[in-house]
């Protein structure tokens, strides 16, 4: 009646699963040896054994969905295009892996410097990026896949070849250098230098990728982000460069990388977009909605504007909101919506909203119902709060005053353009009025009752 672990071996399972209904099994057995040594060294071999089928029935797995790819044909006689000193990512042990990327009549072929070898075919390509080295410490070419590739024992749908210009860490000591220091000058021109070359050695290298590829009938061309379209936003756990490429939204530099794939994005949606708050959130969803939404967070407000208008241009339909929303329940209702892109029910009378215009969460008809001599911004409601409390406090300033004071407001409007002698005359007379009030009420109060 004992369920099996998450570690029983698949063969395991199915024997149980086969024999269950007339056959009893043996949870567990004990052993006692007068021998403790052999018993130990037969405990830790069958332990490997254990392990090491588990290791193997993991990687069965791993690579059952895997698309076999074809052979490299190398190239023999002419000159192969060759990138040298490079580091790889993901790496394919535990170490930095660095080697030399060669470019072949059908593919590409890492080769390190432990001898491993890590093949990527033209064909199996679907993005290729390059991107230089400006604000970075990097130059880089990045390659994303069609259908994953074994890299270790692990599979990977992205994999990026780098240089770094400068080291990502430097020591610093504790004398204070000058702007105008030679050796400070010195160093800056040579770190320039080595951009420049870099740059022209990975750019000759991806235009001679390209031809090879066009001559052996493949489509390959290289794709460079635009930076002047860059935002900062959060896709993981930092806060990063986000930068469009003509078919990709991507961030390079930093692992893991973030790479979304613009076909494969059915909309965007803008969170917690309010006047108060200095950031916001993006929520790309998915095509095939069975798969996870992309987010990005905390994306700084002075870029929205560029971001929908690049949307507009891609031509991709986005939405706002004012709050967070919970995806996976949005995601699996739109799921199972055979009308969710048309605009009537299924009587075909009863409209509805289509597609996405339900996140919308300032509606079309409060727009229109709105007076044009109205504020058409949001603010505009919390404004004419604001305004009627202040009309209902003066009036019942008004009133209280009205209480305490004898005079009418419309005669003091009256008052105004009056000379001083005029006023002098009008307020000699009040006096006597209010005199000759006091002196009647006084008068009834002394008359016996």
């Not at 071999?45 to 090491?52: A, D, N, P, W």
């Not at 490079?86 to 790496?91: A, E, G, H």
């Amino acid at each position: 009646g004992i369920a099996l672990g998450k570690e029983a071996p698949a063969n395991m399972i199915k024997l149980v699963q086969k024999y269950a209904p007339y056959a009893s099994f043996i949870r567990e057995m004990t052993f006692r040896s007068l021998d403790g040594h052999s018993l130990t060294h037969a405990f830790r071999q069958i332990s490997e054994l254990r392990r090491r089928a588990r290791a193997k029935e993991l990687r069965e797995q791993e690579e059952a969905d895997l698309v076999e790819q074809e052979k490299l044909v190398r190239t023999r006689n002419e000159r192969v295009p060759r990138l040298s000193d490079l580091t790889m990512r993901p790496v394919v042990s535990a170490r930095k892996t660095q080697g030399s990327l060669e470019a072949h009549t059908n593919g590409l072929r890492f080769i390190s410097t432990r001898n491993e070898v890590v093949d990527i075919m033209y064909a199996n390509i679907k993005y290729a990026i390059f991107q230089p080295c400006e604000s970075e410490i990097m130059v880089l070419v990045h390659f994303h896949l069609k259908n994953p590739i074994m890299v270790g024992k692990v599979k990977r749908n992205d994999v990026q070849f780098f240089t770094e210009v400068i080291d990502a860490s430097q020591a610093v000591d504790n004398s204070r250098r000058s702007m105008y220091d030679p050796d400070e000058m010195d160093d800056e021109q040579r770190e320039r230098q080595l951009r420049k070359k870099l740059n022209g050695a990975f750019r000759e290298f991806c235009k001679k990728v390209d031809a090879i590829a066009k001559k052996n009938n493949y489509h390959l061309e290289f794709d460079v982000p635009y930076r002047d379209l860059g935002f900062t936003g959060n896709p993981h756990k930092e806060m990063v460069t986000i930068m469009p490429t003509l078919n990709c939204l991507v961030n390079l530099t930093e692992t893991p990388f973030f790479v979304v794939d613009l076909d494969e994005v059915d909309h965007v949606h803008f969170e917690r977009v309010t006047y108060m708050s200095k950031a916001f959130d993006i929520v790309l969803v998915n095509k095939d909605f069975v798969k996870p939404v992309w987010r990005i967070d905390m994306i700084p407000n002075g870029d929205k504007d560029a971001i929908q208008e690049w949307l507009t241009d891609m031509e991709i339909t986005y939405t706002e909101g004012p709050m967070n929303l919970n995806w996976k329940q949005i995601v699996n209702t739109v799921k199972d919506d055979d009308r969710f892109y048309m605009n009537t029910e299924e009587d075909e009378l009863t409209e509805k909203e289509a597609g996405w215009e339900f996140l919308r969460m300032f509606g079309k008809d409060d727009e229109e119902d709105d007076d044009p001599d109205e504020d058409d911004s949001e603010f505009g409601s919390d404004k004419g709060g604001e305004e009627e409390e202040e009309e209902e406090e003066e009036e019942e300033f008004d009133s209280i005053g009205d209480e305490d004071d004898d005079f009418d407001a419309e005669e003091d409007l009256e008052e105004e353009g009056l000379d001083w002698d005029e006023m002098e005359d009008r307020a000699r007379e009040d006096d006597r009025r209010k005199r000759r009030m006091d002196e009647g009420g006084e008068e009834e109060v002394r008359k016996p009752k």
